[in-house]
């Protein structure tokens, strides 16, 4: 069983479960509530940006815990854990990007003063933010937290994530917002190898924890 099929099986599993409802929702009506006509697109699109860095976190935590014991185990016997927990990070990842791509939409048709640079630099705090969410999920969530600090643990992570100062989601939100007020968005494309890094190390982790307790 492919890692592409497993993961089109967790997307669709974490659709039909409806996990992807509560953080949907939540992006979009907090989004709406934030955004108004005129909006400069930059700083919308750093505020939508931002936001997906919790979704996505929520996100992984839906997916990786939609499936039931007893499908999860004849997955596993089928592909073994580390597949089948790396295709439910993936799908996570996927349905962040689908949301960002919603919002990031919305910004542009409502925001104004859209350039070049700015849209660029929108759909890259989108992916930046997206990355940096898996990354976070994937190591405050089972297999490597389990029980009742495992949202607080993330709680925590998601502020450090868009807090600290060389953090990539934070790095790319404020050169937004910078750039919105100098009319001049900035686009540090550093921060995409940095979050792809960071999610990529994240994700190896959780998978190589589900491997070795056995999910």
């Known amino acids: 069983m492919t890692l592409r099929v497993l993961t089109r099986y967790h997307l669709e599993l974490l659709v039909r479960s409806q996990r992807w409802l509560a953080p949907g929702l939540a992006y979009l009506v907090v989004l709406g509530l934030g955004l108004s006509g005129g909006d400069d697109v930059a700083s919308a699109a750093a505020f939508s940006a931002g936001l997906l860095v919790p979704v996505t976190g929520w996100l992984v935590r839906g997916a990786v815990g939609a499936e039931p014991p007893q499908s999860r185990a004849c997955l596993v016997a089928a592909a073994g854990w580390a597949r089948v927990h790396l295709s439910a990070l993936l799908a996570a990842a996927l349905a ?120």
């Not at 919603?102 to 930046?128: D, M, Q």
């Not at 997206?130 to 949202?151: D, H």
Request: hydrophobic share 60%.
């Open 96 to 215: 962040g990007l689908v949301l960002g791509a919603l919002g990031l939409a919305a910004v542009l048709v409502l925001g104004s003063g859209g350039t070049a640079a700015g849209v660029a630099g929108g759909v890259l705090a989108t992916v930046v933010c997206v990355l940096s969410g898996a990354a976070v999920g994937a190591v405050c969530n089972r297999p490597v937290v389990v029980g009742a600090y495992a949202v607080p643990l993330g709680l925590g992570a998601v502020v450090a994530v868009l807090l600290v100062p060389g953090s990539p989601a934070n790095e790319v939100v404020r050169a937004l917002v910078l750039g919105a007020r100098q009319h001049a968005p900035g686009v540090p494309w550093w921060t995409l190898p940095a979050a792809a890094a960071l999610a990529a190390g994240c994700c190896w982790a959780a998978v190589a924890v589900a491997v070795r307790r056995g999910g």
